[in-house]
């Protein structure tokens, strides 16, 4: 290998590793406040499903903004967007801690924070495009893995932050992740190119996109329910508030080290992206399902199939959409995306009434068959992304 090739490898690591970094600093709240459902909802004395709203009102934001915030991508480019993203969920998490006293000022900023993660994960969807990686499919799958992570961290901080130092001392540890994003995005993103990306066009047709949305609404309906209250329903089903939040924690790792797995062979895989989409999201919802029984060995078991395969379809079915869309993939993905915080919105809301009505047995009923939905519809446009 040259000087140059090392110098290349170097380039393109430190901007995947910047996307993963960006992506964990934007979505940390979104999962933070499900991570934290147990003390926040005993402090403001709310219900599970007035709880659903305000982690609900996070994705409600991005869905209306993760079109603009597309559009807006391809005008500023990625060092732009992704500089204001990161000041903005800075100060909207530290505003939560240092004046969260009322449980409509959480909600507030947590819409803002929403709004942020959508711009955000347009923004570092056309970074990796634009740097034109030899190995997309990897780099899509370590970027996406940043999701998990961040429910992971936000996992941890129950047992390590939340019941020691209080669940706002969470929100001041999403602070310095976001700003150390932002040290690596004017470090390692470069400015530049905007021209090309304005006159940018999505390949994939207006009908391809429009599926690919609402499939991605059913599932990402489940995997927010997953991530929601996978906490609270331990604890339901006999575990501590501590090894709830370290299960949601080491669940979310298992299903980084999927992701990642996947990623390794992707570039080089002769099965289409929204295949392999649709079967992982069907084997998750048999994972989901297992979490119906209130069996506190089995609820542990299973979290780890949930996880592992119900969290492995965004990795291809955002290879699939970047890779047919080029310099485009702001614009496409951000269509594609307001279908993912659309099924996250709803997913809080919905089963925040299933719990109250119902209990956790028929949420997750409800959550394994919406996985299932949404992998028919998947696999029903998987020539469209081929």
Not at 75 to 99: D, K
Not at 202 to 224: E, K, Y
Request: proline residues 3%.
């Amino acid at each position: 290998m040259t000087d140059t090739d090392r110098t290349a490898d170097i380039s393109n690591r430190l901007i995947v590793v910047t996307t993963v970094v960006a992506t964990v600093g934007c979505v940390y709240p979104g999962f933070l406040i499900g991570a934290v459902t147990v003390q926040v909802r005993d402090e403001f004395d709310v219900s599970a499903a007035t709880y659903g709203w305000a982690m609900g009102t996070y994705f409600l934001a991005a869905t209306f903004a993760s079109i603009l915030g597309g559009r807006l991508v391809q005008r500023v480019g990625p060092r732009r967007q992704l500089i204001g993203c990161l000041l903005t969920t800075m100060v909207a998490q530290g505003l939560i801690a240092a004046i969260g006293e009322s449980f409509g000022v959480i909600v507030a900023l947590l819409a803002v924070c929403g709004v942020v993660n959508a711009a955000n994960q347009t923004a570092v969807n056309l970074a990796l495009t634009r740097a034109r990686l030899p190995r997309l499919g990897l780099a899509i799958a370590l970027k996406q893995s940043g999701m998990p992570t961040a429910a992971m961290i936000s996992g941890a901080t129950v047992p390590l932050l939340a019941l020691t130092l209080g669940w706002r001392s969470a929100f001041v540890l999403g602070v310095g992740i976001a700003g150390a994003a932002l040290v690596l995005v004017l470090r390692v993103i470069e400015p530049g190119g905007v021209e090309t990306l304005r006159t940018a066009r999505p390949v994939s047709t207006r009908r391809a996109l429009f599926w690919s949305m609402i499939g991605g609404a059913f599932l990402s309906f489940s995997a927010g329910g997953l991530t929601s209250w996978l906490v609270a329903s331990g604890v339901d089903a006999g575990l501590g508030e501590g090894m709830s939040g370290w299960l949601l924690s080491i669940g979310a790792a298992f299903g980084v080290g999927v992701r990642l797995f996947w990623g390794l062979r992707m570039d080089a895989m002769r099965a289409l992206p929204y295949s392999m989409a649709a079967l992982m999201a069907g084997v998750g919802a048999f994972g989901m399902l297992g979490l119906a029984p209130r069996i506190t060995a089995l609820h542990v078991v299973v979290t780890f199939l949930a996880f592992g395969a119900g969290w492995s379809w965004p990795v291809f079915t955002n290879f699939g959409i970047m890779r047919a869309n080029g310099d485009a993939a702001g614009a496409a993905s951000g269509v594609t995306q307001m279908g993912i915080y659309l099924g996250v919105f709803l997913g809080p809301l919905v089963t925040g009434w299933t719990i109250d009505e119902f209990g956790y047995s028929w949420m997750w009923v409800v959550v394994a068959t919406c996985m299932a939905i949404g992998a028919a519809i998947t696999y029903a446009v998987r020539e469209e992304f081929a």
